[in-house]
């Protein structure tokens, strides 16, 4: 028995145990368990249930064990099927709509029969779903856009989890002795939102095309194709990642990377550079105008070649990179070592996990100079929005911890909501005792692109208004952008000088970095905000880092590269003070 299949049994389970309704905390020690076995990536999990070594590693505890040592001694696991009794294995899929929980789902299933996606669109279809208790028409049309958006991108991960599995994949490649140098590369390394695909490029010592076949024999692998170059494999696994193995010779790496790093524009717009000045890239070699094969030693002397700047991975994208390239114009890209703070964070005064002394402390072992608390105003009653007298006890607390804190400051902000007609929901005196205000929108999301647009455009009037938050509300693969004329709302943010979000949750980051772009071109500022509701969350801003870098921005773009001082200070700006 593999571990990656082993692995794909114990994610069953535990997706299975969340269909039951069993305790969350077992359903994660088995999601846990699993990626503890992919990173074994072993194919014969024997030896080290014997050696006792399995059961020393982390994560693997003795009820995860017990279904390992069962699938290593039968191969299958009884657990499993016991789970399935009773459960038709389309439920599992209905709990990826969007929309839908555990309890929907045992309603749906225990009313009207449903056991698949194509029975929950028809029951949405013909009015059945919509006369559910607590359904209704709306929630029966919500589910049915839920369904297109599984369809459409069911093939998709967000960048998280897509590149600690690129990691993971990339340790145990390494590892194979004919392998001498290996990179991710693809979308990951160009740091997209969503990813398809995971791309390796491995450098070898002996025939490619031998390392290729034997990657495409790796425990776990349900299918491998190879394309018209042998050295490419594309295999898929049985728990669904896909994997594009790229083999070649050292002298072949450097150009390899490049091909496997760009996006197919990037790709065409270097060969036309290319040939329009008498080079051509044939396959993952570089052929001088004399027609000899030059040897690059890495992507920057490829560049340096074709009398190019080495491009940084997350700008190629075919948007113009290779004529500024050319030009000696690429921009200085923002990096995390830039940031001095960060300002769209949570306490436990709203929906947080953690106290403000906590934030600021892990914010402050960050290296960072400051934290602005910007909890949530009182009509997100979902998420424990602040009443007036709540947020004037925050802001005292604030004062007393200011006070005794050396060399990092507190900053006191709020999460506006952002009501239907544009208003903020604080008056003006409330919203004066903060040091900044961030306003977003969190109801009505079904307007029409006309009245989402001028009550957007209505708040950007509002001089108590900062930062406008997560500008789209989008969330990754699960919901739409709501209408909204984004070019409006940008030109008027550089009217009137409002910052605007990147936010750098990665089930969000929004505002995309293609708008990023057009805000960087309107000189709109940009802040990164990690939209922390824990201290682990502020890490976020990594995500948001490798996203202002696809959009070109560079450090004085951004609000918070900035000190405390001058974010207060552009807050009192626009205030008129």
């Not at 490029?201 to 170059?229: H, I, L, N, Q, W």
């Not at 050292?250 to 996006?263: I, Q």
């Not at 993952?284 to 000899?292: E, R």
């Not at 004062?399 to 952002?418: Q, S, W």
Request: hydrophobic share 40%; charged share 25%.
């Amino acid at each position: 028995m593999d571990s990656r299949t082993a692995a794909h049994v114990l994610s069953q389970i535990g997706a299975l145990l969340n269909v039951k309704g069993e305790q969350k905390f077992k359903a994660r020690a088995y999601a846990g368990a699993a990626r503890s076995l992919i990173a074994l990536d072993t194919d014969d999990l024997a030896p080290l249930l014997r050696s006792g070594e399995l059961a020393d590693t982390p994560g693997i505890g003795p009820a995860t064990l017990s279904v390992v040592r069962e699938l290593v001694e039968t191969g299958e696991s009884s657990y499993l099927n016991q789970l399935r009794e009773g459960i038709p294995a389309g439920l599992l899929e209905l709990l990826r709509v969007p929309g839908l929980n555990t309890a929907r789902v045992q309603l749906i299933h225990d009313t009207l029969g449903v056991e698949s996606l194509e029975d929950l669109e028809r029951v949405a279809q013909n009015g059945e779903l919509a006369k559910l208790p607590k359904f209704g028409q709306k929630t029966a049309e919500k589910i049915l856009r839920g369904i297109e958006i599984l369809r459409r991108n069911s093939h998709l991960r967000r960048f998280p989890a897509a590149a600690v599995e690129a990691h993971l994949l990339l340790a145990n490649v390494v590892k194979h002795p004919d392998v001498v140098n290996a990179d991710v590369a693809g979308s990951i390394r160009r740091h997209n939102e969503v990813i398809a695909d995971i791309d390796i490029v491995a450098e070898c010592s002996v025939d490619p095309a031998r390392v290729a076949a034997s990657f495409a024999r790796s425990p776990g692998v349900s299918e491998s194709k190879t394309g018209a170059d042998p050295a490419s494999v594309h295999i898929r696994f049985v728990d669904g990642t896909h994997l594009d193995m790229h083999c070649v010779t050292k002298a072949d790496y450097a150009v390899a990377l490049w091909r496997a790093t760009g996006s197919a524009a990037h790709v065409e717009e270097m060969n036309v550079f290319a040939r329009n000045r008498g080079f051509e890239i044939a396959g993952n070699s570089l052929i001088g105008k004399s027609g000899d094969s030059i040897t690059v030693k890495d992507e920057a002397a490829f560049f340096g070649a074709l009398g190019l700047e080495p491009i940084p991975p997350e700008m190629r994208e075919g948007m113009g990179e290779v004529e500024a390239a050319a030009r000696r114009e690429l921009p200085n890209l923002v990096t995390y070592d830039d940031l001095r703070g960060v300002l769209h964070c949570h306490s436990d005064y709203s929906d947080g996990t953690a106290t403000i002394e906590e934030m600021a402390n892990a914010a402050r072992e960050r290296g960072w100079d400051y934290i602005g608390i910007s909890d949530h105003s009182e009509s997100a009653f979902y998420a424990g929005g602040l009443k007036r007298d709540k947020l004037l006890r925050q802001q005292e607390e604030i004062d007393r911890l200011n006070a005794r804190m050396k060399g990092f400051r507190i900053l006191k902000g709020i999460e506006a909501d952002i009501l239907a007609d544009g208003r903020l929901d604080y008056d003006a005196t409330v919203l004066d005792s903060c040091d900044y205000v961030i306003g977003s929108i969190h109801s009505r999301f079904s307007m029409d692109g006309e009245a989402m647009t001028k009550r957007v455009l209505a708040a950007l009037d509002d001089p108590h208004l900062t930062i406008l938050a997560h500008p789209t509300g989008r969330l990754l693969l699960s919901r739409e952008p709501y209408a909204l004329d984004v070019e409006a709302v940008l030109e008027k943010a550089a009217q009137v000088g409002v910052v605007v979000e990147l936010n750098a949750d990665p089930h969000r980051l929004d505002l995309d970095w293609r708008y990023c772009r057009q805000a960087k071109e309107l000189g709109v500022l940009i802040e990164i905000g990690p939209d922390a509701h824990s201290t682990a969350a502020l890490d976020n801003v990594h995500f948001g880092i490798g996203m202002a870098r696809k959009a070109w921005l560079e450090a004085g773009e951004i609000l918070n590269t900035r000190s405390a001082d001058d974010v207060v200070g552009l807050a009192r700006k626009r205030r008129g003070l």
